[in-house]
């Protein structure tokens, strides 16, 4: 079965430092890859996609994400982190595998220390 | 940009009761879905629906759940006798084809006393 893994459950940084988010998956079929990021108390908002074409992916906050189809990994990245971007994220696949249904990592809560 | 939205924010309700979430896509969308989040969990599927009628369903999904989409516009989730393990976020999404992207709405959060 299909499976999201986000090996860290919360990451501490320091404000303008850099941050990379890792997530793995399991599949062996063509897969889209997204990372949605959760404020606190708020819904789940999409932050960057991989369908097709180009490995990296830029979203919106200044965040990327790289697709590595051998390490089977959507590292998500920002050069320079925000206290802002105090959030959870979550990195999400579908595929065939799943009959394209969303499979969720347990998620990353980023923190930023001042 | 056109976006998912979902009332109410926050419902809370006794065990037994009925309750109603509900969720308007985006409006050209034709897949819409239901996912919840119990506190400090993982996001869960719970039911797809396509053309009226449910394409598929997880094993959360019982007899106690349904899905309706009553006019063209609005698209509920029902839990006919709420337990205290429903307490969760429940999120409803929509997506313009079947393997594309997901557009999620902010969350009704399901308190169950």
């Known amino acids: 079965a299909q499976s999201v893994t986000q090996l860290d459950s919360q990451v501490p940084v320091f404000e303008e430092a850099p941050v990379e988010l890792r997530c793995n998956y399991s599949s062996s079929v063509s897969v889209y890859l997204f990372w949605y990021v959760q404020y606190p108390n708020q819904g789940l908002q999409l932050l960057l996609k991989?369908?097709?074409?180009s490995t990296l992916v830029k979203g919106i906050n200044g965040f990327e994400a790289e697709f590595n189809k051998s390490q089977t990994s959507f590292h998500l990245r920002k050069p320079s982190v925000h206290i802002s971007d105090t959030a959870e994220y979550f990195c999400?696949?579908?595929?065939?595998?799943?009959?394209?249904?969303?499979?969720w990592g347990a998620g990353t809560k980023l923190i930023i220390k001042p | 940009e056109p976006e998912v939205t979902q009332t109410p924010s926050h419902q809370v309700t006794q065990m037994g009761q009925e309750v109603i979430l509900r969720c308007v896509p985006i409006s050209n969308h034709l897949y819409f879905y239901w996912y919840r989040q119990i506190l400090g969990q993982k996001v869960e599927f719970l039911v797809s629906?396509?053309?009226?009628?449910?394409?598929?369903k997880s094993e959360i999904f019982d007899d106690q759940f349904s899905v309706e989409r009553p006019d063209g516009s609005n698209f509920t989730l029902k839990i006919r006798s709420t337990k205290l393990e429903d307490s969760a976020m429940y999120f409803c999404?929509?997506?313009?084809?079947?393997?594309?992207?997901?557009?999620f709405g902010p969350g009704t959060r399901l308190t169950v006393t």
């Open positions: 991989y369908l097709s074409g």
């Open positions: 999404a929509s997506s313009a084809s079947r393997d594309r992207v997901w557009y």
């Open positions: 629906f396509y053309n009226n009628e449910i394409s598929e």
């Open positions: 999400a696949v579908s595929s065939s595998d799943s009959n394209y249904q969303l499979i």
